[in-house]
């Protein structure tokens, strides 16, 4: 634990949410909550998928008004140097007055424009004659990119940038705001281990600088290695506020309600069925490069199978090719060369149909871009793989649907007002279970995930991690892409290991362990004529967390 820090500049409270209460629809997304934050604290705000960590924090940024209690911010909107004053924050302009600034989990920036453009959108610094002075954004915006030490021109476009220096973008232009309150919602979500120590030696030096900072995260360990306090959430109402020593099993406790026995409750098979999935000399050929010579290839000579009731890790370093070879599997993009075979039947590249007629299913690791409907309801999505299933004459049983729909969602416990809601408006978790009920309802034989508890509780996660149980025990088979380590060697009968678009290795559950794999995930598999590996594992993102 760090300690509060008071030796900052003020090190009074910064903020203070007293009896909050907001309503939507069918739901009480939040019930009475409280919350202080001091200037030079880090106050890690904890909570399954559900909780009202969301609505909070947009209730503070201004994206939605509380029906019931009070927010009050040090100097207020009049700028009196003493004291909390109640406010009224309408707006993400009313926030940035305030000195509030957030960064979301889903990145808010405009494809379009470049980095200097999206850090100083709304706010450009302008010339005498009114025009946007582009040479002062360019500057400030370098001077803020050199701060989260992010080696990229203000002039780049943001569309030419990965997940993780889109995040970093995320935090420069937080940082351009000089916000005394800064909220950070699951900042290291897509951070490498080397991205996040740069993170929080930045959240270190605001904390120095007396910056209060309100952290969201499902990474325990990060807890204690950044908090001061946390405040725990569960079913809207804040139920604890503990020291960020506290342990991670009272963290578990408090955040569920219960004891959580096992972590990853894997139900390993005496002895696994016959091979569903058959994967054989799969390759994939990358792009030529600009002098027109030969690129790498995404992914080469992948061979593998998977049998009724066992699951299959695929583990590795980002950017191993693990994604490129499922979505290959699952015919979203097409391959080169090899063969994939579903119960003995050979499917073509490239066509997904065929491949949830042969009863593959895929959960993407971007379930709101490529998992879900958005704007449709949860019945919509539930029934969306087995729609050919429930039409008759051009007609949708729709009074099937609805049932079936209810009655996955129920075994999955999803958290819903009903299945007319928008699937945009559930929590990461409760969407994560929605896209995994649509392979439940189409009778899926194999499903491959890819990052299936990314920004999910550990709540939610045991239960995923029970349904993956309930599947493989009924002879499915399961793919498991994760680049959370722990889960893969917790959940997995078998694992595969990835670099560089190859398989290096095979291990059973019982000879895998971390360092196993890690030295397996940074081999070379190219070697050179006098014996030695090219180093190409160090990989710009690459990491195994």
């Given at each position: 634990m760090t300690g509060v820090n008071d030796d900052v500049p003020d090190g009074r409270e910064l903020l203070r949410v007293e009896g909050v209460t907001k309503a939507f629809p069918g739901v009480r997304a939040l019930d009475g909550v409280d919350l202080s934050l001091r200037a030079g604290e880090v106050h890690v705000l904890l909570g399954e998928n559900g909780a009202g960590k969301s609505t909070l924090i947009k209730m503070l940024s201004g994206a939605h008004r509380p029906d019931a209690g009070r927010i009050l911010v040090r100097g207020g909107p009049d700028g009196a140097p003493d004291g909390l004053r109640e406010v009224q924050i309408r707006s993400a302009q009313d926030a940035e007055r305030l000195g509030i600034a957030t960064?979301?989990?889903?990145?808010?920036?405009?494809?379009?424009?470049?980095?200097?453009?999206?850090?100083?959108?709304?706010?450009?610094?302008?010339?005498?004659?009114?025009?946007?002075?582009?040479?002062?954004?360019?500057?400030?915006?370098?001077?803020?990119?050199?701060?989260?030490?992010?080696?990229?021109?203000?002039?780049?476009?943001?569309?030419?940038?990965?997940?993780?220096?889109?995040?970093?973008?995320?935090?420069?232009?937080?940082?351009?705001?000089?916000?005394?309150?800064?909220?950070?919602?699951?900042?290291?979500?897509?951070?490498?281990?080397?991205?996040?120590?740069?993170?929080?030696?930045?959240?270190?030096?605001?904390?120095?600088?007396?910056?209060?900072?309100i952290f969201i995260t499902h990474h325990l360990d990060e807890i204690g290695a950044l908090g001061d306090r946390v405040t725990v959430l569960r079913d809207g109402r804040s139920v604890d506020q503990v020291p960020a020593s506290t342990g991670e099993e009272e963290l578990i406790r408090l955040m569920v309600g219960r004891d959580i026995a096992e972590q990853y409750p894997r139900r390993r098979p005496d002895e696994p069925g016959a091979p569903l999935l058959r994967v054989r000399g799969l390759t994939r050929h990358g792009a030529k490069g600009t002098g027109g010579g030969t690129a790498r290839p995404v992914f080469e000579g992948i061979d593998f199978d998977v049998r009724a009731g066992e699951v299959v890790g695929l583990a590795g370093l980002v950017g191993a090719g693990r994604t490129e070879v499922a979505r290959a599997v699952f015919g979203v993009d097409r391959y080169d060369a090899g063969t994939v075979e579903v119960a003995g039947?050979?499917?073509?590249?490239?066509?997904?149909?065929?491949?949830?007629?042969?009863?593959?299913?895929?959960?993407?690791?971007?379930?709101?871009?490529?998992?879900?409907?958005?704007?449709?309801?949860?019945?919509?999505?539930?029934?969306?793989?087995?729609?050919?299933?429930?039409?008759?004459?051009?007609?949708?049983?729709?009074?099937?649907?609805?049932r079936e729909a209810a009655d996955v969602a129920g075994r999955l416990k999803v958290r819903m007002s009903g299945l007319g809601q928008h699937a945009r408006t559930l929590s990461g978790g409760n969407q994560q279970k929605i896209v995994i009920g649509k392979w439940l309802l189409a009778k899926t034989r194999l499903l491959i995930l890819d990052e299936p508890t990314r920004g999910i509780?550990?709540?939610?996660?045991?239960?995923?991690?029970?349904?993956?149980?309930?599947?493989?025990?009924?002879?499915?088979?399961?793919?498991?892409?994760?680049?959370?380590?722990?889960?893969?060697?917790?959940?997995?009968?078998?694992?595969?290991?990835?670099?560089?678009?190859?398989?290096?290795?095979?291990?059973?559950?019982?000879?895998?362990?971390?360092?196993?794999?890690?030295?397996?995930?940074?081999?070379?598999?190219?070697?050179?004529?006098?014996?030695?590996?090219?180093?190409?594992?160090?990989?710009?993102?690459?990491?195994?967390?």
């Open positions: 960064i979301y989990q889903e990145f808010n920036l405009v494809p379009g424009l470049t980095v200097a453009e999206n850090i100083f959108l709304g706010r450009q610094p302008r010339t005498a004659l009114g025009l946007i002075d582009r040479k002062t954004m360019r500057a400030r915006a370098a001077d803020l990119l050199r701060r989260v030490r992010l080696d990229v021109s203000p002039n780049t476009p943001v569309t030419e940038l990965g997940i993780a220096r889109l995040q970093m973008v995320e935090i420069a232009k937080a940082l351009s705001l000089d916000a005394r309150v800064l909220i950070m919602d699951e900042p290291t979500a897509v951070l490498t281990s080397e991205e996040v120590e740069t993170l929080f030696g930045i959240v270190r030096e605001l904390r120095e600088a007396g910056v209060g900072i039947e050979r499917l073509a590249s490239g066509d997904v149909r065929a491949a949830m007629r042969a009863g593959l299913g895929l959960v993407p690791e971007d379930r709101k871009g490529q998992g879900l409907v958005l704007d449709a309801s949860l019945q919509d999505n539930l029934t969306l793989a087995r729609l050919d299933r429930d039409t008759r004459g051009g007609l949708v049983d729709r009074r099937g649907q609805r509780d550990v709540g939610a996660k045991v239960e995923i991690y029970q349904l993956v149980n309930e599947l493989t025990a009924a002879g499915c088979g399961v793919l498991m892409i994760s680049s959370d380590l722990p889960e893969v060697l917790g959940m997995s009968d078998r694992v595969l290991v990835m670099a560089q678009g190859r398989l290096t290795s095979e291990l059973p559950a019982g000879q895998a362990t971390q360092d196993a794999v890690m030295e397996l995930a940074l081999q070379s598999p190219h070697a050179t004529s006098d014996g030695t590996h090219t180093d190409e594992s160090a990989m710009e993102g690459s990491d195994v967390r």
